[in-house]
């Protein structure tokens, strides 16, 4: 393991911690809280340990985990299967200690497949051809690591907590993408939709870093479903960071 592998890892675990010790009790809809850094640690560690790259210089970051990808193998946008076929990785997954009904983490063993997860994946292998190729310039982390849902199991995205409990949580997670940036020495932070643009936005000045924002994958997005690829492919050229 690289000693900048080694500080991933350490800021994995200290907002994991950290993410755990919120409470969210002003936000009445929130139901539910998995946290994938604690119960799947080990794949979202061994893709630390097999992708981060001292080269990377250049972070895509992603909003919180979808539950079908993340929630399932700990990895950013981590579809099952390109997880496992593409990035080599497959680990043992626990069971969150509050899991709702609706929502089971199955781990390597989920049949759903996430579609914006195969999106970005798909189009580093497509353009890339091999991770290494990829993590030789850029990095994929996501902002916030907790999975919040409803009573009924509806997935919440972070933007939809009360506003203290917001402002909290992006404390603790602006905190986590500063010291990742340190670590890697980028020079670019690239949010994945609107709500990690603007965190990207809020945290580059601090480091003297350069912050932009392409569009999410997600299938709700009619815009996305236009082809992703090629839409995030032009606007990481249009701001000078497609290697």
């Not at 992603?62 to 193998?73: D, R």
Request: aromatic share 8%.
């Amino acid at each position: 393991m690289s000693a900048i592998q080694a500080e991933l890892i350490a800021i994995s675990r200290q907002l994991a911690a950290d993410a755990d010790a919120l409470s969210f009790a002003n936000s009445a809809a929130v139901h539910t809280i998995y946290n994938p850094l604690v119960y799947a640690r080990a794949p979202h560690e061994d893709y630390i340990q097999r992708h981060a790259d001292a080269a990377a210089r250049i972070v895509l970051v992603g909003m919180n985990p979808g539950p079908f990808g993340m929630a399932q193998t700990g990895v950013p946008f981590g579809d099952v299967a390109t997880v496992r076929d593409f990035l080599g990785v497959e680990q043992p997954v626990n069971a969150p200690p509050n899991m709702h009904p609706k929502r089971p983490v199955l781990g390597f063993a989920c049949p759903r497949g996430e579609v914006s997860g195969q999106r970005v994946w798909g189009w580093v292998a497509a353009r890339y051809q091999r991770p290494e190729n990829f993590f030789r310039h850029y990095w994929i982390a996501n902002y916030c690591p907790l999975v919040f849902m409803s009573q009924s199991g509806a997935n919440l995205t972070p933007d939809k907590l009360a506003r203290d409990d917001l402002r909290a949580l992006e404390a603790v997670c602006d905190a986590a993408l500063q010291n990742t940036v340190r670590a890697l020495g980028a020079s670019h932070l690239i949010g994945i939709g609107a709500f990690a643009g603007r965190r990207c936005a809020a945290v580059a000045p601090t480091l003297g870093a350069v912050a932009g924002q392409i569009l999410h994958p997600s299938p709700a997005s009619p815009k996305a479903n236009r082809g992703w690829a090629s839409q995030a492919e032009a606007e990481l050229q249009q701001q000078g960071v497609l290697r």
